[in-house]
């Protein structure tokens, strides 16, 4: 059991790199901006792009997951793949309040990790939780971004290094959420789309 948890946790961080590199690689063609970024210069509008790409990839790959396998999990004691999104979705709510912009009236994180196994609440919870990053990100001014800002851990930061290390949760999340989804035999949807394109594609 050990060495499959810890074959797995490496599989988590390689997949956690290749996201990383999939969202410089894919973000022109595969999300639409951020809701406002485009009217947005600077780390913010950039922020909100970032925010957008792990959006579509998260939402997407939670819609595509089968509601009975929400609450399957590599091993005993780590994070089912409901889980997974729970936390996600906790975290943007916690980020958002880190930034300046408290919780909205009747959110209780306690009650969203409880529901981790409900496929139709989690997936509303994802789209809610990041809208609410969203308005987060637009309430800042960019008088305020280099303001001292605690990080979780209680490392001491600004609002810019927020936003790096906000960016860097979502990629080590969504390599974690690839993972499971390749356990049990799911494909993430854009790569599904590429190989589509790919077999269409005539061999030179």
Known sequence: MRRFVDRL?????????????GAAQDK???????????SVPG????????????EQRFTRLADAIP???????????????????AHVVAANYGFAKMLGT??????DPKAILASAGDKGKIEQELKDSFAQMR????AIKDSDLEKPMKLPGNRQ????????????????????????????????????ERLKQEATKPKQ
């Open 28 to 38: 022109p063609a595969d999300k639409p901006a951020a809701a406002g970024s485009m």
């Open 67 to 85: 509601a009975d396998k929400y609450t399957w999990r590599p091993a005993e004691g780590v994070r089912s793949i409901g889980e997974v999104y």
């Open 9 to 21: 946790l490496l599989v988590v961080a390689v997949l956690s790199v290749v996201a990383a590199m």
């Open 157 to 192: 930061s600004t609002a810019r290094g927020a936003f790096i290390f906000i960016t860097g949760h979502y990629g080590e999340h969504l390599g974690q959420s690839i993972a499971y989804a390749r356990q049990i035999g799911i494909v993430p949807p854009w790569t599904e």
């Open 102 to 107: 408290d919780f909205p009236a009747g959110v």
């Open 43 to 54: 780390p913010r509008g950039e922020f909100l792009d970032e925010v957008a790409y792990y």
């Open 135 to 138: 308005a987060a990100i637009l």
